[in-house]
T-cell receptor, first 112, second 112 residues
Framework: KAGVTQTPRYLIKTRGQQVTLSCSPISGHRSVSWYQQTPGQGLQFLFEYFSETQRNKGNFPGRFSGRQFSNSRSEMNVSTLELGDSALYLC???????????FGPGTRLLVL | GDSVTQMEGPVTLSEEAFLTINCTYTATGYPSLFWYVQYPGEGLQLLLKATKADDKGSNKGFEATYRKETTSFHLEKGSVQVSDSAVYFCALSERGAQKLVFGQGTRLTINP
């Protein structure tokens, strides 16, 4: 079974732009979570989606948003990019009712 | 809120040495506990997990036991290999929230 896939793997943007990242979960997984990884703050939870609904949200500004489609694929969007948004963005999926999350390879975003 | 504390790194060992990476947690309920590993340029891979007190998770020679009395989940391996060099993350899953809370990570380097 294919793992979690994320596209693109690398992105370079400039301040003020916006970006959209995509995540395809493992087949049959309906929960998708997003995390931000930075050297200074470590791994931080952004939000989680299940059946196209956001169920949980971390402590991030409203510039960070996401959505989930009926096939469970998910996107996250960051608007008005700041230098501090440079990070590795990780997507994870899990089976309904299961706590174990399986991660994708991540999208590395660099904001110049 | 819930939190996870890992021993400070980096940790450098010789091949075949014994490994311990300490992890303690603070949680209001009884979370599930995980160890993830991250190799350079990759996402997180699930190494092992435990879902209730006294459970022992194990995989690839690594072990960790869920100790409720000491709120700990220390990672151990009897004989490390160069290929074990990576960053190790301890995490807990908040009950009912589908959200992982991570420790700061411990970088492990194994020298031949």
């Amino acid at each position: 079974k294919a793992g979690v896939t994320q596209t693109p793997r690398y992105l370079i943007k400039t301040r003020g732009q916006q970006v959209t990242l995509s995540c395809s979960p493992i087949s049959g997984h309906r929960s998708v979570s997003w995390y931000q990884q930075t050297p200074g703050q470590g791994l931080q939870f952004l939000f989680e989606y299940f059946s196209e609904t956001q169920r949980n949200k971390g402590n991030f500004p409203g510039r960070f948003s996401g959505r989930q489609f009926s096939n469970s694929r998910s996107e996250m969007n960051v608007s008005t990019l700041e230098l501090g948004d440079s990070a590795l963005y990780l997507c994870a999926s899990s089976l309904t009712g299961e706590e174990t999350q399986y991660f994708g390879p991540g999208t590395r975003l660099l904001v110049l | 809120g819930d939190s996870v504390t890992q021993m400070e790194g980096p940790v450098t060992l010789s091949e075949e040495a014994f490994l311990t990476i300490n992890c303690t947690y603070t949680a209001t309920g009884y979370p599930s506990l995980f160890w993830y590993v991250q190799y350079p340029g990759e996402g997180l891979q699930l190494l092992l997990k435990a879902t209730k007190a006294d459970d022992k998770g194990s995989n690839k020679g690594f072990e960790a036991t869920y100790r409720k009395e000491t709120t700990s989940f220390h990672l151990e391996k009897g004989s490390v290999q160069v290929s074990d060099s990576a960053v190790y993350f301890c995490a807990l899953s908040e009950r009912g929230a589908q959200k992982l809370v991570f420790g700061q990570g411990t970088r492990l380097t194994i020298n031949p």
